[in-house]
């Protein structure tokens, strides 16, 4: 007998993890809500073709309205949200009365310290909750306790990770593959590093570099909020550096600086003829309008450089991913590295493998989890450990 979900949240992220699910999550039933029921029996007529079998099916809810969503949870063993992070808090305190296990897409790291503060409860429910999966945040912290592994102490840690069109077009040479509203929350606020073993906020779009990563060649990084999670904390005193800076083609971050300049990230509602806009919804919409095709092709970069010591000796050790849209299935590479990291989690707390309670996640996945997990998948994880230069 297998486990029944809920895949809150019937878009690309979710639709792909309730897949992941389907295949690898010993799922006897998945039920797909969104606030429109179109999108939810589109994305369970879809899931239900792939697998050849029907295993899912739809239903109508609203995150926004948690309590609406009990009867959905009365019976499942595992949650995902797909939804949006304005709605995990109170969607982890309905699993905690209905005993249902969490994961969610994350998103914001004020949100996912509030949901780790209801760990006494979720322990007493017997439930395991797991905030900020997916790609980044999420499989990049994975990949950055892989990287650890390969030292015997781990003292900097440097993230790189970003999902990108195969075919750029200027001037952005970007593409939209996930919501307008989380790439401008990326792209505003402030990024939580560890500088010197402690905690320091930086702000975003901040210390850009260039770096060559294989096998796209030359990438610009810079800084975007919310990346790390909650690791900044758990790793303060124990690693000396920890930073996490998105990928993008050269030149991305000075168009972003130049709409920033503008005025484009306010929130503060501004006059415009006989009514008011607020700049940060506009750019929301334009981003999504400007930035969303349904045919681009992607390909997702995930490296970590972590330095230490090996035997004694100054070591740098490297661990390398990269994924592509899949044709046969239709996925693009951000909705199965999001989505499939999420899945994972959520199977290893329905099968009892994550003890009862809130738990970031960087305590939730080893590394060594992660990579056993990986080649069911396609995915082919490169490593290198060498000197330091």
Known sequence: MGYRYVVIGAGRQGVAAAYDLARHGEAERITLVDRDVAIA??????????MGRHVANAAEGDASQPETLAPLLADADGLLSAASYRFNLGLSRLVIETKTHMVDL?????IVREQLSLDRDAKRA???????????????????????DLLDEAEEVRIYDGGLPQDPKPPWNYALFFSAEGLVNEYEGEAYFLRGGEVTPVPALADLEELEIPPLGKLEAFVTSGGLSTMPWTFAGKLRVLENKTLRYPGHAHLLQSLRTLGLFGREPIP????????????ISLFDRSFSDPEVRDVCVMHVRARGRLDGRPTEAWVNLVDRYDPATG????EKLTGWHAAIVLAHAVRGEIPPGAT????????????????????K???SIGPVA
């Open 272 to 283: 415009m003829g006989d009514a008011t806009v607020v700049p940060r919804d506009l750019l």
């Open 41 to 50: 029996r589109a994305g369970a007529e879809r899931l239900n073709r792939l």
């Open 106 to 110: 994350g998103g914001h790291t004020g």
């Open 126 to 148: 017997g439930i395991s909750l797991v905030p900020d999966c997916g790609m980044g945040p999420g499989m990049n912290v994975t990949l950055a306790l892989a990287a650890m």
């Open 381 to 383: 994880v490169e490593w």
């Open 360 to 379: 970031p996640i960087e305590r939730a996945l080893p590394g060594a989890r992660f990579l056993a997990e990986a080649p069911a998948r396609g995915w």
């Open 331 to 334: 996925f693009r590479a951000m």
